[in-house]
């Protein structure tokens, strides 16, 4: 079995101009043949990659394909209808991976002709459940603060 001659990895991962390239990157290439980790390939751009550490994002739970095929529209009619260029933002959005702008969620809400909290049930019912938790927790306070000056 013969060993691989270049760098097990395409080169596209050594910026030029990290002055910590050639000692780590020779290094890597000499001594071992798998792929460099993450927080390597973060040393050699001088810490400045963002690193993702394999935790996914939660998905926001919604309701935009079931009322775009209701409407009877493509992602890409929906795209083409806000003015993207591609649906990629619109797949993304139904799929839970982005949560939309208020600008965004407010064109879902007029295409779809649904009020946003349809669209985004789970996020609103928690939405609501917290503010009206907190809000039940200041009016305590606020009302019991009023007791105590008006007495005085």
């Known amino acids: 079995m013969s060993k691989r001659s270049g760098p097990p990895w395409p080169l596209y991962f050594f910026p030029s101009s990290s002055p910590k390239f050639s000692s780590v990157a020779a290094e890597t290439c000499l001594g071992r043949q798998s792929s460099p ?3 390597e390939r973060a040393r050699w751009y001088g810490g400045s990659m963002k690193i993702r550490t394999g935790a996914r994002r939660k998905r926001i739970p919604n309701r935009l394909w079931k009322y775009r095929t209701r409407m009877g529209f493509s992602q890409r009619q929906v795209a083409q209808i806000f ?17 939309p702008s208020l600008v965004t969620a407010l ?8 009020p946003v909290a349809f669209l985004f049930p789970e996020l609103y019912r928690w939405l609501k459940n917290q503010l009206r938790a907190r809000e039940e927790g200041l009016r305590a306070k606020w009302e019991g603060h009023e007791t105590k000056t008006s007495t005085s």
């Open 107 to 114: 064109k879902f809400e007029i295409v779809y002709r649904v």
């Open 37 to 39: 980790s993450i927080v």
């Open 83 to 99: 003015g993207y260029l591609s649906q990629t933002d619109v797949s993304q959005y139904e799929r839970g991976r982005k949560l």
